[in-house]
C-alpha cells in the first residue's frame, strides 16, 4: 500500500513504532501532491518549508516519546477560508490574494500544538460561497473520480485532497453543506460539528451564526481523532461551547444495536436520482442488519429550510464582508480619487459575481422596511426548524438523510443558473440554522461515482454520529474505494 | 422673538469609558498615552477577517454603575448588534452597538436649571455599550489611520427630548459629566474628546405640545460647541418659521470657526445602519444579584455628598452645590477639612471665593492645581492663628499657585508674619496719627467714619502685616485717650 493512502490511524501506528518517519511521511506527500495536484486544483499555497520543519520536530517528539498524540507526525491541509499565521490565506478571493494573517486560528494551533504537519492551504468558493469549488478566483478543482466534474463545495479543495492522497485529513468549513457535500462527491467523510464545538476563532466568517469547523477524514474513526484535538471552548470565541470534550475513540466501539435510525419524511421524496436512492436505501438495510430500529419520523418545516439558511446567511455575510473596503485590504483601487471610489473600485474588482449577488440581497433584506418581512421572519423560521430536530430526536436517536439528489456534476452544469447551484444542498442546510451535528459519509456508488449519505443527531452529540459511522463503517468497504487516479 | 416659541432639545452623550482593555479585545483603552500610532492594536480592533470580539466585563460593570447612577432599569438580557456603514475609521465596516436591547432604559436625573437653579427633571431614555471607531489624519493629499482608538469601549447616554433651553442643556451635560467623574469612569477631560454630544432640536410655538421637525447637530466636543450650536440652531430654526419656510429633517455640522450649523446630509440620504443582532456574541443575560452588587458597590453621587454638605458641615446649599458639582473640588474640600483649624464654612468660603477665582484666572482644573490640599489646610491655619493676616493670605496663595510652594516657606522668605506685638504697632500707629492731624479732628468731632480710613493707613505702613484686631484695639484706645484730653 501507498503511504499517502493509508488513514491517520494507519499512519500513526507506522509512526509509533518508528517503522516510518514523519518526515518519509511528508516527503511522500509532498511528491503525490507534484505528481497529480496539476490535475485536481486542491492546492492554493504549498507549505513544503514549514511542513518539512514540522516533520522533523514531530520525529523528535516520536523519538523522545514526548507529547505523543494520534496526530503527531501526520500531515493535513487547511481550507483557506481558515487563517494561519504567516502564511497566505486567500478565501479564494482576488481581494485576499496577497493577504498573511498576523494569527493564527484556534483549531490550526490545536493541531499544530498535538504535532500534526501543515502541507497547505485547499481551494475553495470564493468566501465559501458555492457548492462545486468553480467559484474560486483563482482555479477550479476537479472531482479525483472524475476529472470533467466537479468536487463538490465550498470545502472542494479539501475533500479532493483526502481523496487524492494528497493529504490526510483537512479542516473544512461548513456553514450549510461545505463540508458534507465535497465529502459525498469524493467519497470521504466529513464532519459538521455541533455550532460553538469548535472554535470559529480564525476562520473568515460567511454566515457568524451557522459556521463551524470540521474534519474531512478517509474514516470515522479519523474523524473522530481530529475533532478530539479540536473541539472545546476557547476564550476568543464567546459563541464556543463550556461543555466539556468526551473522550470520543472510547465511544466509538459501542455497539449501535436498538439505537433508534429516523428516517424524515421530508428527505425522502421525489426529485433523488435512483443510483442515490438505491444506495441509501442498502444502507438503511445495513443499519437494520445492524439491529438499529428503523422509525419514520417528521421534519414538517423542511421546505422552508432552504429559505431561512440563504436569507441569514445574506444578511450575515453582507455585514461580515463589508471590512474588505480597499482601506487594508484589496490593493485595486490605487487610482481612486474618493472615498466612494475605492470602496467601488476595490469591491466592484475584488470581488466575483457570486459573492456581490449575496452582498446585495442581504443588505436589501437588512434595509429599513424588508427586514421585518425577510431578516426576522426567517430567524423566526429558523425557530421551528431547530424545534423540529427537538421533536425528531424524541422519537430517535440519530436521523439519516441522502446528502444531494445526485452525484458530482459536471463543472458548468450549474454555473449559469445560481438557484439549481443553491438546490445541491437542499437536504445539508436545516442542521446549521438548527446548530446540530452532522456527519456525511459514503455509502456506494451510482455509476462510478461516490454517494454520501448524513447521519444527524443532538446538539453536542457527535459521539453518538462516531459510533453509529463508525459501525457501518466496520461491515461496509464504500470508503475504503480510491479513485485510480494518476495511474 | 424667542418667548414666541419653545426649543425641544435631546442629547445624545458619548462617553469615553476608562477600562484596562478596549471593548472587544485584550488591547490596552487608553490610546491617549499610546507612544506612538497603530501600536495598541491587534487582529480583533483592525478587523482582520476571522476574529471575534469577546465583551469586556469591566466596561459592562461600568457601563450598569452609570446606569444606576441615572436610575435607569437594567434590563435582565442584553443584546449586541451591528450597525453597518462604511467608513475609513470603521476597520469591520460595521460598529458593534447595541440597538433594540440595550444595556439600561428609562432613568432620569434632576439638574438646576440656570441661575436660580430651578430643578429640572430630564428623563434618560437609554445607555448602551458600543465601540469606538479608529482616528484620521489628513496630511496634504493623504490620510493617515491610527487604530489605537479602535475599539476603546463608548457608552451612549441618550436622553429624552426634554429640554427647553440652552441653560438646560448645558445643566444637564454637565451633570452627566459630573456623574461619570464620580464614578470614576471618564476623566471629563473635553479635550481629549473624551465626551462628545449630539444634540436633537426642534422648535415649536409656545405653549404647544407638538413635535416638529428636528435636526441633529454631531460631534459637538466641548460644552461652548454645545451650547453655542444649540443656540445659534434654535435662532435659525426660529428664523425659518417666522419667514414662513420649513425646517428639513437633516444632519448637521458645527462650523467652529463661523458658528455656525452646516447640512451635512437630508433625511433622503440618511444613512439606513441595517441594524441587526451581532451573531458573534450570544445575548447577555444580565443576573439580577450582580446588579445589585454593582449598585451596592456604588460611590457617593454629586446628589448624596451635597446633601451631606449641607447636614454634616453646614454649608449654604449654594455652597454645597458649587463644591460638589466637581468631584475633584469636593474632593479637596474634604481633603483640606482635617488638616485646618478653620471651620468648614472658613474653608467653603476660601475655596468658593479665591481658590476657584484663581482656577478660573489661569483656566486650569482642579487636578491641576500646583500644590496639594495640605498647603491650603496650612495656610488658613496661619490665619486661624493670627500669624498672617487675611490680605497676606490672599497675596500667599497667588504665590502658591505661581510656584507651588508651602505657604510658610512663603512667610518666612518674605517676612509676612503678622505684626501682633503692641511694642511694634504703638509707634506706627502715632506716626500715622501725626501725620494726619485734620482726619483726626474730624474724627474728634464726631466723623466716626474715618477710623477705618486710619485703620487702612495703618495697614499700609506694615504692607498688611499689622494684625487688625489688635491695631483696631490700639488705634481705638490712643483716640480715646486723645478726645479724653480734649474734655
Known sequence: MDLYSLTITQAHELLRQRKISSLELTQALLERIREVDGQIGAYLTVTEAVALEQARQADERLRRGERVTPLTGIPFGVKDSIVTEGIRTTCGSRILEHYVPPYQATAVRRLLDAGAVLLGKHNLDEFSMGSSTENSAFFPTRNPWDLKRVPGGSSGGSAAAVAAGECFFALGGDTGGSIRLPAAFCNVVGLKPTYGRVSRYGLIALASSFDTIGPLTRTVEDAALVLQVIAGQDAHDATSLAQPVPDYAAQLQRPVKGLRLGLPREYFVPGMEAGVEAALQEAIRQFERLGMEIREVSLPHTPYALAVYYLILFAEASANLARFDGVRFGSAAQQAQTIPELYLETRGKGFGAEVKRRIMLGAYTLSAGYYDAYYLKAQRVRTLLRQDFERAFEVCDVLLTPVSPGVAFRLGEKTADPLAMYLSDVYLVATNPAGVPALALPCGFSEGLPVGMQLIARHGEEALLFQVGHAYQQVTEWHKMRPALGR | ?487
Open chain 2, 1 to 487: 422673538m424667542e418667548q414666541k416659541y419653545e426649543a425641544v432639545i435631546g442629547l445624545e452623550i458619548h462617553a469615553e469609558l476608562q477600562t484596562r482593555s478596549k471593548m472587544f479585545c485584550a488591547c490596552p483603552a487608553d490610546y491617549a498615552h499610546a507612544e506612538s500610532p497603530n501600536t495598541h492594536i491587534c487582529p480583533i480592533c483592525t478587523g482582520q477577517p476571522g476574529t471575534l470580539p469577546v465583551v469586556n466585563r469591566a466596561a459592562l460593570e461600568q457601563g450598569i454603575q452609570v446606569a444606576l447612577a441615572l436610575h435607569c432599569t437594567i434590563p435582565p438580557l442584553n443584546i449586541f448588534a451591528r450597525k453597518n456603514y462604511y467608513y475609513p475609521d470603521l476597520p469591520k465596516g460595521y460598529q458593534i452597538s447595541q440597538y433594540e436591547m440595550p444595556l439600561a432604559v428609562n432613568g432620569w436625573v434632576e439638574v438646576p436649571v440656570g441661575k436660580e437653579g430651578t430643578l429640572q427633571r430630564i428623563r434618560i431614555r437609554r445607555v448602551h455599550l458600543e465601540e469606538d471607531t479608529a482616528k484620521l489624519f489628513h496630511q496634504g493629499d493623504r490620510s493617515l489611520i491610527d487604530f489605537n482608538r479602535a475599539g476603546v469601549p463608548l457608552l451612549e447616554i441618550v436622553s429624552e427630548p426634554d429640554m427647553h433651553s440652552v441653560d438646560a442643556v448645558l445643566a444637564y451635560a454637565m451633570h452627566i459629566r459630573n456623574v461619570l467623574r464620580y464614578l470614576g469612569v471618564n476623566s471629563g477631560d473635553m479635550q481629549k474628546g473624551v465626551l462628545r454630544f449630539e444634540a436633537n432640536i426642534s422648535v415649536r410655538p409656545a405653549g404647544s405640545q407638538e413635535l416638529r421637525t428636528r435636526t441633529e447637530i454631531k460631534n459637538l466636543n466641548s460644552f461652548r460647541a454645545l451650547t453655542r450650536a444649540t443656540a445659534y440652531e434654535i435662532r435659525r430654526q426660529i428664523a425659518i418659521y417666522e419667514s414662513g419656510g420649513q425646517v428639513l429633517q437633516e444632519t448637521l455640522g458645527w462650523d467652529e470657526e463661523h458658528e455656525v450649523t452646516l447640512s451635512q446630509r437630508s433625511k433622503e440620504h440618511a444613512h439606513d445602519y441595517r441594524y441587526f443582532p451581532e451573531p458573534d456574541l450570544p445575548p447577555l443575560q444580565i443576573e439580577a444579584a450582580w446588579v445589585e452588587a454593582l449598585r451596592a458597590a456604588l460611590p457617593e453621587l454629586p446628589e448624596a455628598r451635597r446633601q451631606r454638605f449641607i447636614e454634616a458641615y453646614g454649608l449654604p446649599v449654594a455652597e454645597a452645590r458649587i463644591l460638589t458639582a466637581e468631584k475633584s473640588l469636593a474632593d479637596y474640600f474634604e481633603a483640606v477639612l482635617p488638616q485646618t483649624q478653620a471651620s468648614p464654612r472658613e474653608v467653603s468660603s476660601w475655596m468658593i471665593g479665591e481658590f476657584l477665582r484663581h482656577l478660573n484666572e489661569r483656566q486650569i482644573e482642579v487636578e491641576a492645581v500646583p500644590f496639594p490640599p495640605q498647603a491650603l489646610a496650612e495656610l488658613l491655619n496661619l490665619v486661624a492663628q493670627r500669624t498672617i493676616t487675611m490680605a497676606t493670605a490672599k497675596e500667599v496663595l497667588r504665590e502658591m499657585f505661581e510656584s507651588g510652594a508651602m505657604p510658610q516657606a512663603i512667610v518666612e522668605a518674605r517676612g509676612l508674619a503678622q505684626i501682633a506685638d503692641e511694642a511694634t504697632l504703638m509707634p506706627l500707629i502715632e506716626r500715622v496719627l501725626q501725620e494726619n492731624p485734620q482726619v483726626v479732628e474730624s474724627y474728634l468731632n464726631g466723623k466716626e467714619s474715618v477710623f477705618q480710613w486710619l485703620m487702612g493707613q495703618v495697614a499700609r505702613a506694615t504692607r498688611g502685616k499689622a494684625d487688625p484686631q489688635l491695631t483696631r484695639q490700639l488705634l481705638q484706645s490712643r483716640l480715646d485717650a486723645l478726645r479724653r484730653s480734649r474734655l
